[in-house]
């Protein structure tokens, strides 16, 4: 059964502002990086675990591998009444998951996830280049083809056998009539802009010497 495009747009968009948002809001005040991640029933569209990144404790818990290992361990530790990720559930991350999370979405049996957030938007937006960073200089194996033929060629494949990936624009696309895809244009839009003052606490966080327990800054 396919979802509405309608419908899961408008569930996204209010799991992020009611749900994400809110636990975003006190993980940048600590130190943590601003993703988050959700995992919905595909029946009705419910929350079923939300999580935001927690790199505080380690720099492997990015908001959906955090999202992950709750919905497994916490929500749903017994695998007779947990729900299936490769028929019962709509897996989103409010940025283009990074290497590590696709991986661990993979793993985990998701079959389909969504996000708000471009790997650009991470990098020009939220100075968070690390997603790009990574995908180029560890997967993108350079061949016989030119640099700019190299920087064509896409950083993973969207559609594969283990999901398939779109981002909010993608659904937006298969609205039916133009006053739809206006209407949730500027939903996005006005959704992207709470995020800005969450992205300004991290960063000043960052200069004053908060800092996660990764590495990267």
């Known amino acids: 059964m396919s979802l509405n495009p309608k419908d899961l747009l408008a569930t996204l968009l209010r799991t992020i502002e009611d749900e994400i948002i809110p636990m975003t809001r006190a993980g940048v005040a600590s130190g943590s990086k601003v993703f988050g991640a959700a995992i919905l029933s595909r029946q009705n569209l419910r929350p079923l675990t939300v999580a935001t990144n927690n790199e505080r404790v380690s720099p492997l818990l990015h908001g959906e591998i955090n999202c992950i290992q709750e919905f497994f361990t916490k929500d749903f530790p017994d695998p007779a009444s947990r729900p299936d ?3 019962d559930c709509v897996f989103l991350a409010t940025h283009e998951p990074c290497s590590l999370c696709l991986s661990g979405i993979a793993w985990s049996g998701f079959r389909e996830f969504y996000y708000l957030f471009t790997y650009q938007d991470s990098r020009d937006v939220f100075d968070i280049p690390y997603d790009l960073d990574i995908l180029q200089q560890v997967f993108r194996v350079p061949g016989t083809e030119s640099e700019e033929q190299v920087e064509r060629r896409a950083l993973y494949n969207r559609e594969n056998k283990f999901f398939s990936g779109q981002s909010f624009l993608n659904l937006v696309e298969k609205l039916e009539t133009d006053e739809e895809r206006e209407h949730f244009n500027t939903e996005i839009q006005r959704v992207k802009a709470l995020y800005n003052a969450l992205s300004d606490t991290y960063q ?3 200069k004053g ?9």
Do not use: C, H, L, V
């Not at 010497?209 to 990267?216: F, H, K, R």
């Open 85 to 87: 990720p490769r028929t």
């Open 204 to 206: 000043e966080g960052k």
């Open 209 to 217: 010497g908060a800092q996660t327990s990764s590495t990267w800054k």
